[in-house]
């Protein structure tokens, strides 16, 4: 197991100047990296705090958070899966986040601006059909802080079909949204497998809602697009 966390890039206090324009992973999947057992988090992109520069523009694409090389099995749970706190323009990619005891994905802060969550398993194995579930939430904006320092202008999915997320089997809503302005919901299923369909036994569902919002303005789920259309099913409240 790791101590505290699998991947840290950047640094949580003061300046981060030289955590920009690195890659983790990588689009095939012999450039996969498999991080589990981590007592704390699984990955986290930390652009120090409000006031620093640097620790953006930086890509996490394609590794498996929390299932065995074969993203078929949970080994070996992170605590959370992924934190990006203050690192504007994060592209966080075809990763799969599951198994984690508590949240898969969590963003924060207000510099998190520009940051993309695309083309992610949360919740599932590889191939976005059985359940591997997290504890917590597959996605929560703003867990901590004050609406000035909330995340804002968050992506969440996209208009390619490669862009949407399959956010599924979580412990409690598929997305939450505490806080933060303009964030975007398009184009994801959100307790279906990855064709969008129902499994037979209705275990991909999310523990209680798909997608929740306690506060923030401007914030869209879904448009007037015949590919931006979230589907929403199965989940239990």
């Known amino acids: 197991p790791n101590g505290r966390g699998g991947i840290l890039m950047g640094t949580t206090t003061?300046?981060?100047?030289?955590?920009?324009?690195?890659?983790?992973?990588?689009?095939?999947?012999?450039?996969?990296?498999?991080?589990?057992?981590?007592?704390?988090?699984?990955?986290?992109?930390?652009?120090?705090?409000?006031?620093?520069?640097?620790?953006?523009?930086?890509l996490v694409q394609g590794n498996l958070l929390g299932t065995d090389p074969t993203g078929a099995h949970a080994i070996g749970s992170n605590y959370y899966g992924v934190l990006i706190s203050n690192a504007p323009n994060t592209r966080f990619i075809n990763n799969v986040v599951s198994g984690s005891t508590d949240d898969a994905i969590e963003v924060e802060g207000g510099l998190s601006a520009g940051t993309v969550l695309q083309g992610n398993k949360i919740g599932t194995d590889l191939t976005g059909s059985n359940p591997i579930p997290n504890g917590g939430y597959g996605?929560?904006?703003?867990?901590?802080?004050?609406?000035?320092?909330y995340a804002t202008d968050i992506l969440v999915g996209g208009t390619q079909t490669s862009e949407r997320n399959i956010i599924s089997a979580n412990g409690k809503a598929g997305i939450i949204i505490f806080g933060g302005n303009r964030?975007?919901?398009?184009?994801?299923?959100?307790?279906?497998?990855?064709?969008?369909?129902?499994?037979?036994?209705?275990?991909?569902?999310?523990?209680?809602?798909?997608?929740?919002?306690?506060?923030g303005s401007d914030n869209l789920i879904g448009g007037t697009g015949a590919n931006e259309v979230n589907v929403i099913a199965n989940n239990k409240e």
């Open 183 to 215: 964030n975007r919901v398009f184009n994801n299923y959100i307790g279906t497998r990855s064709d969008g369909l129902a499994d037979p036994d209705r275990t991909l569902g999310n523990r209680t809602h798909g997608i929740a919002i306690t506060s």
């Open 14 to 58: 003061g300046n981060s100047s030289y955590a920009r324009n690195n890659r983790i992973g990588g689009p095939t999947p012999q450039e996969a990296n498999v991080v589990t057992g981590s007592s704390v988090l699984g990955i986290q992109v930390a652009g120090g705090g409000l006031g620093s520069i640097g620790g953006n523009n930086n």
């Open 139 to 149: 996605i929560i904006l703003n867990p901590t802080g004050s609406p000035a320092s």
